[in-house]
């Protein structure tokens, strides 16, 4: 069975159906709920456990055209696109692909527009360590003076390497590995909705060589 298949069918689409990472879905939706909202916030984790997918269900939540909501309806216009990966104001930003410090003024620069469709403009950078030290400072000016219809995520498997001027503004939080447990329990319930006979051994086996990565589970499916 194809991983992209597996991954892609059962990307969470909502806080609820996230595994795991109960302290960070905790503040983030007790922020939408409070509408006590920070304008750049930080996903740090190793590889699979969640950090692009919590902040596309982020930017669903501050955009859901029902209004902002740690609940988006997942039935309007805007998380539809937002799920299909063509939301006008979600930018999305592999910083490993995208190094040249022009590119990032050039994207940086459209910052003071206004959304075209949602009500904030959300910047997904993931990676975001990969940027160069002339790109991080293009990065911080905007962080220093943010627009208020923008809000920044951005996301890490080696916060360290982020500089002390980028890690103080943002609101940081740090995804932990999925205990083996739960990914065991998540490839079952997988493997029922898709009629697939398993055996709970081999799933353990699977989960315990997945080291606590949810994406890489699947791919061993």
Request: aromatic residues 6%; hydrophobic residues 40%.
């Amino acid at each position: 069975m194809s991983y992209q298949v597996l991954a892609r069918k059962w990307r969470p689409k909502r806080f609820g159906e996230v595994v795991g990472q109960k302290h960070v879905l905790k503040g983030l939706i007790n922020a939408l709920d409070n509408n006590r909202l920070h304008h750049a916030y930080l996903f740090s984790g190793t590889r699979g456990v969640g950090k692009t997918t919590l902040g596309r269900i982020f930017a669903k939540s501050l955009n859901c055209d029902k209004g902002l909501s740690a609940s988006p309806c997942g039935k309007c216009s805007s998380c539809i696109e937002i799920d299909e990966g063509h939301f006008v104001d979600l930018i999305e930003v592999d910083a490993a692909s995208r190094t040249k410090v022009e590119e990032t003024r050039e994207l940086l620069e459209n910052v003071q527009y206004a959304p075209s469709r949602g009500r904030f403009k959300v910047y997904l950078i993931d990676e975001v360590h990969m940027l160069t030290t002339h790109s991080f400072n293009a990065l911080l000016k905007t962080l220093e003076e943010p627009p208020p219809h923008v809000k920044f995520i951005l996301a890490t498997t080696d916060p360290q390497k982020l500089p002390v001027t980028i890690l103080s503004r943002c609101l940081k939080f740090n995804l932990k590995t999925i205990p083996q447990e739960l990914i065991t329990a998540h490839m079952a319930h997988v493997l029922a909705q898709e009629n697939i006979p398993s055996d709970n051994a081999a799933l353990k086996l699977i989960a315990r060589s997945a080291k606590g990565s949810m994406r890489d589970a699947l791919s061993l499916l």
